[in-house]
C-alpha cells in the first residue's frame, strides 16, 4: 500500500474510501470500479445501496482483499435489525454519528454501538419502545413498522384518514394502511410486487437502502439533507479518482485518465472535467498531499448557499488535525438528468493563529467521537471530557479493547 494510499484511509476514513492497488495487464483497459465485493453494478439493488453507502447511511463490512484493495460487503438481503435500522434512519434524516445525550431505553446501554443513532430518533420521537420500554436493539424489523419511521422521522405528508393503498393485503382499518399510503403517495415504496406490500415481512438491508434512496430521489431536502447529498456526490467521485490512482505506483505513470474517464463523467461534470483530469496527472503517489481531501462529515460554520432541485451548493470548515490544516471548502453539485454530479470544488487553507471557528465542550466531544466512531475500524463508545485548559480540551475516546486520549483546540482541531 503506497504512502498516498495509507493518507487518503486515515483522513478519510477506512468507510469513506476504497482504494486498489493491483494493476492489470500491461496495456489492458481496468475493470469498471466498484466498492463492493457482493453486489454488482447489474444488481437492481447496486444504486441505491451505492448512493447510502457514500451518504454515510451505510457503511457495510469491510473485506481487505490479496491485493490490498479494501472494499465492502454489504449484505443486501440480510434483515435489518432495529438498530441497523436506526443508523441508517438517523444518519439519512441528516445527524451526525454522535450525540452527549443518554437513551432512556432500559436495554440501551451507553456502551452498546447503536446507542447515538438511537438516542438521537428517540429525542426526535421516530422510535418508541415496547410494552416494558425497551428498544430490542437485535429484532428485526416488519415493513409496516418501517413504513411508521420513515413517515414520522422524513416528516412526510400523512392523513390518518387516507388509507386506500392500492395493496390488496392491506386493508383499510389495518394500523400501517395511512402509513403505507403515505409511502405510495411519496413514491417511496412499489410495493413486493404491484400488488402486495407485504407489511409483516421483515425488511431486508437493500429495501431499506431503496426507501431512504427514494426519499432523495422524490422530495426538496433539508439544509441538513443536502449537506448530505453533497457527501454522497462529493465521496463518489473521491471513490473513483483515487481508486484509479492507486493503481500505479509512485514511480509508474498514471494510467492514461482516458482509460476510465466515462466511470469519471458519471460523478463530474464536464466542467470541472479539466481540472480532474489535470489533478489526476499532477497528484502525487509518494506524499500525503491530495487533491480532493474534503470529508464532509461536520457541519462547522454550515452555510447552505442554493437548494434548487438542479443545483446545491454549500460551504462549510474542516478543523485541522496532525495530518491537515483547517480549510473551508464551497462545493457545488448539479443534476444532470437525475444524478447528481460535482460541477465545484474549493478549498481554503486557513493556519493554526486563524480563528475562524470556536466549539464548545459539547461540540468538541461530539466532533471527536464522530470523527473516529467513521474513520477509524474500532468500535468507539463515547467520548468524555477529561479535562478544559484554556482553549485545549483533553478528550477520551473510550472503547471496549484500549482507550486512547487525545487533545482538541477548539480554534483549530484535534492537535494529538
Given at each position: 500500500?503506497?504512502?498516498?494510499?495509507?493518507s487518503m484511509?486515515?483522513t478519510?476514513?477506512?468507510?469513506?474510501l476504497s482504494?486498489g492497488l493491483?494493476?492489470?495487464?500491461?496495456?489492458a483497459?481496468?475493470?469498471?470500479y466498484?466498492?463492493?465485493?457482493?453486489?454488482g453494478?447489474?444488481s437492481d439493488?447496486?444504486?441505491?445501496?451505492?448512493?447510502?453507502?457514500?451518504?454515510?447511511?451505510?457503511s457495510g463490512y469491510?473485506?481487505?482483499?490479496?491485493?490490498?484493495?479494501?472494499k465492502?460487503?454489504m449484505?443486501?438481503?440480510?434483515?435489518?435489525?432495529?438498530?441497523?435500522?436506526?443508523?441508517?434512519?438517523?444518519v439519512?434524516l441528516?445527524?451526525?454519528h454522535?450525540?452527549?445525550?443518554?437513551?432512556?431505553?432500559p436495554?440501551?446501554?451507553e456502551?452498546?454501538?447503536?446507542?447515538?443513532?438511537?438516542t438521537?430518533?428517540?429525542?426526535e420521537?421516530?422510535v418508541?419502545?415496547?410494552s416494558?420500554?425497551?428498544f430490542n436493539?437485535?429484532?428485526s424489523?416488519?415493513r409496516a413498522q418501517?413504513a411508521?419511521m420513515l413517515?414520522?422521522?422524513?416528516?412526510?405528508?400523512?392523513?390518518e384518514?387516507?388509507?386506500?393503498?392500492?395493496?390488496s393485503?392491506?386493508?383499510?382499518?389495518?394500523?400501517?394502511?395511512?402509513y403505507?399510503?403515505?409511502?405510495?403517495?411519496?413514491g417511496?415504496?412499489?410495493?413486493?410486487?404491484?400488488?402486495t406490500?407485504?407489511?409483516?415481512?421483515?425488511?431486508t438491508?437493500?429495501?431499506?437502502?431503496?426507501?431512504i434512496d427514494r426519499?432523495?430521489e422524490n422530495f426538496?431536502?433539508n439544509?441538513?439533507?443536502?449537506f448530505v447529498?453533497v457527501r454522497?456526490?462529493?465521496?463518489?467521485?473521491?471513490?473513483t479518482?483515487?481508486?484509479?490512482?492507486?493503481?500505479?505506483?509512485?514511480w509508474?505513470?498514471p494510467?492514461p485518465y482516458?482509460?476510465?474517464?466515462?466511470?469519471?463523467?458519471?460523478?463530474?461534470?464536464m466542467?470541472?472535467?479539466p481540472?480532474v483530469?489535470?489533478?489526476?496527472?499532477?497528484?502525487?503517489r509518494?506524499c500525503?498531499g491530495?487533491?480532493?481531501?474534503?470529508v464532509?462529515?461536520?457541519?462547522?460554520?454550515y452555510?447552505l448557499?442554493?437548494n434548487?432541485?438542479?443545483?446545491i451548493?454549500?460551504?462549510?470548515v474542516?478543523?485541522?488535525?496532525?495530518?491537515?490544516s483547517?480549510?473551508k471548502?464551497?462545493?457545488?453539485?448539479?443534476?444532470?438528468?437525475?444524478?447528481?454530479k460535482?460541477?465545484q470544488?474549493k478549498?481554503k487553507?486557513?493556519?493554526t493563529e486563524?480563528?475562524?471557528?470556536?466549539?464548545?465542550?459539547?461540540e468538541?466531544l461530539n466532533y471527536?467521537e464522530?470523527?473516529?466512531?467513521t474513520?477509524t475500524?474500532?468500535?468507539?463508545?463515547?467520548?468524555e471530557l477529561?479535562?478544559q485548559?484554556g482553549d485545549?480540551y483533553?478528550i477520551?475516546?473510550v472503547?471496549p479493547?484500549?482507550?486512547q486520549?487525545?487533545?482538541f483546540?477548539?480554534h483549530?482541531?484535534?492537535i494529538?
Amino acid at each position: 500500500m503506497n504512502k498516498l494510499t495509507k493518507s487518503m484511509i486515515a483522513t478519510l476514513g477506512a468507510g469513506a474510501l476504497s482504494l486498489g492497488l493491483a494493476v492489470g495487464a500491461e496495456g489492458a483497459e481496468p475493470e469498471p470500479y466498484s466498492p463492493f465485493t457482493d453486489v454488482g453494478k447489474d444488481s437492481d439493488a447496486y444504486e441505491p445501496i451505492l448512493n447510502v453507502f457514500h451518504k454515510d447511511i451505510m457503511s457495510g463490512y469491510r473485506v481487505e482483499l490479496p491485493n490490498h484493495e479494501v472494499k465492502f460487503e454489504m449484505r443486501p438481503y440480510q434483515k435489518v435489525t432495529r438498530a441497523q435500522a436506526a443508523k441508517m434512519l438517523a444518519v439519512g434524516l441528516g445527524n451526525a454519528h454522535a450525540t452527549q445525550e443518554v437513551s432512556e431505553f432500559p436495554d440501551i446501554d451507553e456502551t452498546y454501538w447503536g446507542h447515538d443513532y438511537i438516542t438521537l430518533l428517540e429525542k426526535e420521537g421516530v422510535v418508541s419502545g415496547d410494552s416494558e420500554g425497551n428498544f430490542n436493539p437485535g429484532q428485526s424489523l416488519n415493513r409496516a413498522q418501517i413504513a411508521k419511521m420513515l413517515v414520522e422521522g422524513f416528516d412526510l405528508p400523512f392523513d390518518e384518514n387516507d388509507t386506500d393503498t392500492g395493496f390488496s393485503d392491506v386493508d383499510a382499518d389495518d394500523w400501517e394502511a395511512p402509513y403505507v399510503k403515505a409511502l405510495v403517495d411519496a413514491g417511496i415504496t412499489t410495493g413486493t410486487t404491484p400488488d402486495t406490500f407485504s407489511s409483516y415481512q421483515s425488511v431486508t438491508r437493500y429495501q431499506l437502502a431503496a426507501f431512504i434512496d427514494r426519499y432523495y430521489e422524490n422530495f426538496e431536502l433539508n439544509e441538513d439533507q443536502a449537506f448530505v447529498q453533497v457527501r454522497c456526490t462529493v465521496r463518489e467521485m473521491q471513490n473513483t479518482f483515487y481508486h484509479y490512482v492507486g493503481k500505479t505506483e509512485p514511480w509508474e505513470d498514471p494510467l492514461p485518465y482516458e482509460s476510465f474517464q466515462n466511470e469519471m463523467r458519471e460523478t463530474i461534470t464536464m466542467n470541472i472535467e479539466p481540472e480532474v483530469k489535470e489533478n489526476f496527472i499532477k497528484q502525487c503517489r509518494a506524499c500525503d498531499g491530495f487533491f480532493y481531501g474534503a470529508v464532509i462529515g461536520h457541519r462547522i460554520n454550515y452555510e447552505l448557499l442554493e437548494n434548487t432541485e438542479d443545483r446545491i451548493t454549500i460551504s462549510f470548515v474542516e478543523p485541522g488535525n496532525a495530518l491537515t490544516s483547517i480549510v473551508k471548502f464551497s462545493l457545488s453539485i448539479v443534476n444532470e438528468n437525475g444524478k447528481w454530479k460535482l460541477d465545484q470544488y474549493k478549498g481554503k487553507t486557513f493556519d493554526t493563529e486563524d480563528e475562524i471557528f470556536t466549539l464548545s465542550a459539547e461540540e468538541a466531544l461530539n466532533y471527536t467521537e464522530s470523527n473516529y466512531r467513521t474513520n477509524t475500524t474500532f468500535t468507539v463508545i463515547r467520548a468524555e471530557l477529561i479535562e478544559q485548559e484554556g482553549d485545549l480540551y483533553t478528550i477520551r475516546i473510550v472503547t471496549p479493547d484500549e482507550n486512547q486520549d487525545v487533545v482538541f483546540n477548539r480554534h483549530f482541531g484535534l492537535i494529538y
